[in-house]
Nanobody, 122 residues
Framework: QVQLVESGGGLVQAGGSLRLSCAAS????????VGWFRQAPGKEREFVGG????????YYAQSVKGRFTISRDSARNTVYLQMDSLKPEDTAVYYC???????????????WGQGTHVTVSS
């Protein structure tokens, strides 16, 4: 069974950058589709973006497109979420998750990490 551990969260000022990591164990990260999600206080969890196991295609929510980039480093068994030009509305707990399908979707993720907190100050 795959296990996921997120890291890299913290406090940054608006306009700054963070890189979140999703490290996998139990199987190779390249064999699963990985999604990133976030949940702000009082709000439902929302899809941020993902990277497919089938060819590594990426998909992003409109709210982060052009600012966030997802990549995969198979040698380190890790997927990254590079976040640039951060805004206060990006403040949330960020989670990575995997689904056992070939393509990125917003639903049907089977295994979740514990989350890492991102706070963006104005």
């Amino acid at each position: 069974q795959v296990q996921l551990v997120e890291s890299g969260g913290g406090l940054v000022q608006a306009g700054g950058s963070l890189r979140l990591s999703c490290a996998a164990s139990g199987r190779f990260i390249s064999t699963v589709t990985v999604g990133w999600f976030r949940q702000a206080p009082g709000k439902e969890r929302e899809f941020v973006g993902g990277i497919a196991r089938n060819g590594g295609a990426t998909y992003y929510a409109q709210s982060v497109k052009g600012r966030f980039t997802i990549s995969r480093d198979s040698a380190r068994n890790t997927v990254y979420l590079q976040m640039d030009s951060l805004k206060p509305e990006d403040t949330a707990v960020y989670y990575c998750a995997v689904r056992f399908g070939d393509v990125v979707d917003t639903v049907d993720y089977n295994v979740w990490g514990q989350g890492t907190h991102v706070t963006v100050s104005s």
